[in-house]
């Protein structure tokens, strides 16, 4: 079971060193930055480590999808750059795609914070993963890669990528969204503080699912590093 590791990243050089020595040992079969046109060191952090790198125009859907075009393995992981994945969920995720079974999932979520509001907004998004089948990029998606491809990949929308894309994995088949966590960064939180930023997400949500122009959501979601 090879695993290509896609990290789709934009200025990402105060936590990439850390990420991608993080996701290394686990030694996937690859570990490939698809970069938006970052400006900082993002690319020599990503050369430092000898990885493949894909560049295209920003935005997450376009970056990855340029990753998952280059990428050789079975099944495509889509990690964002502030997140990582314990050994052992990255063992159950193999695990659990080697049985066939499955065409994708995702994890449990985990804000590294140990503030119990936070826990508590982390343990809302895996039930909500979970009962209302909506999963965010945060949850560290992954799929067949063919049946990434016959699905046509992440739609080219500026925002919610993520869930329009697993909305139709599931209409392709069996998915699972693991008991195993994925850890995310809270500094979105902790930037732009905790009731606004659940809230927003929310929001912006529920608007995409309506059928809402996702150009204007954009401009709702601003860059946080």
């Keep these: 079971m090879k695993i ?16 991608i020595a993080e996701v290394s040992r686990h030694s996937p079969h690859e570990i490939i930055i698809a970069d938006g046109g970052s400006e900082d060191n993002t690319l020599e952090i990503a050369q430092k480590f000898g990885l493949a790198v894909v560049e295209s125009s920003p935005g997450r859907a376009v970056q990855m999808n340029a990753g998952a075009q280059s990428a050789t393995g079975d099944v495509l ?5 502030d997140s990582r994945v314990e050994e052992k969920s990255y063992q159950k995720m193999v695990t659990v795609m080697a049985q066939e079974t499955q065409v994708g999932g995702a994890f ?12 508590i907004i982390s343990a809302f998004a895996t039930l909500r993963a979970r009962y209302l089948n909506l999963v965010y990029g945060d949850q560290a998606i992954f799929v067949r890669t063919r049946t990434f491809h016959e699905i046509g990949g992440f739609p080219l929308v500026p925002i919610c990528e993520d869930l329009d894309f697993y909305r139709r994995l599931m209409a392709k088949g069996p998915t699972v969204v693991l008991e195993e966590k994925t850890f995310t960064s809270a500094r979105r939180w902790v930037t732009e503080g905790i009731i606004f930023t659940s ?25 946080v590093r």
């Design 108 to 119: 449990s979520l985990a804000i590294e914070s140990d503030k119990p509001s936070l826990k």
């Design 77 to 81: 992981l889509f990690l964002h750059a």
């Design 4 to 19: 290509s590791v896609i990290i789709p990243t934009l200025n990402e050089a105060l936590i990439l060193e850390k990420t």
């Design 199 to 223: 809230l927003r997400n929310s929001v912006i949500a529920t608007l995409f699912l309506l059928g809402f122009p996702p150009r204007i959501l954009s401009k709702w979601y601003q860059a």
